[in-house]
């Protein structure tokens, strides 16, 4: 069991990952656009089409991968102070109720929405000779299948928490900011401080005696 959970918590990283260096190619087109705009004075008309829809495609690519690390914004000022097990009897109440539901709508408008595109070959009327829109709604169905798979990982994940009262563990990723080291800084600064504050107080005793 857990191996094929971290085969598809791997698949979403993957995925995540691959689609995260759009991010790049973004700004690198908004760049040249701005540089071609008021250096040049040579707009492109389609650039604009374009950045919307790779950021589009960044958003819905990197869901699965975010809800693979547990990243998803929640409303949790209450939910982090509850033990695993109610943790996960509520996280699996919410999957059931409005998650898997409104993923699988995803798919299935995003299948209609993606095939009609295709048939008629849609482009982008927001601009003139706009680039063409099925590839990127094609990116529709398929981000809600990579989401509802790592949804099934994450029942199974809840679940598994009810059972043991801890929840299992997840595919290692980097950090933007090594949290252990951190903490391990911190505390050793605050030591350092706690001795020599401790010293001061020995020193200022001493002399007071004298």
């Known amino acids: 069991m857990r191996k094929v959970l971290f085969l598809i918590d ?3 990283t ?9 991010i790049v190619a973004l700004t690198l087109l908004i760049s040249w656009e701005v540089f071609s705009r008021y250096v040049l004075n040579a707009p492109n008309p389609w650039s604009f089409d374009l950045m919307i829809m790779m950021y589009g495609t960044t958003f819905m690519m990197a869901g699965a991968y975010t809800l693979a690390k547990n990243g998803h914004v929640r409303g949790d000022v209450l939910y982090g102070f509850f033990p695993p097990r109610l943790q996960a009897g509520l996280d699996l109440a919410l999957y059931f109720l409005f998650f898997i539901p409104g993923i699988i709508a995803l798919i299935w408008a ?5 095939a009609e595109s295709i048939a008629i070959r849609e482009h982008s009327t927001l601009t003139a000779n ?4 099925y590839p990127f709604k094609v990116v529709i ?14 029942i199974v ?12 563990s997840r595919e290692q990723d980097v950090e933007e900011v090594d949290v252990d080291k ?5 505390s050793t ?3 350092d401080i706690a001795e020599a504050d401790r010293a001061l107080v020995e020193k200022q005793q001493h002399g007071g005696h004298a």
């Open 182 to 186: 951190l903490k391990s800084m911190v």
């Open 110 to 114: 995003g299948y209609d929405y993606a």
């Open 189 to 191: 600064t605050d030591r």
């Open 10 to 12: 791997k698949l979403s």
């Open 157 to 168: 994940r809840c679940i598994v928490c009810l059972r043991n009262g801890e929840w299992p």
């Open 141 to 154: 169905p398929i981000a809600g299948v990579l989401l509802i798979l790592q949804g099934v990982v994450e």
């Open 14 to 22: 993957l995925v995540g990952q691959a689609f995260s260096w759009l």
């Open 130 to 133: 706009g680039p063409p829109l």
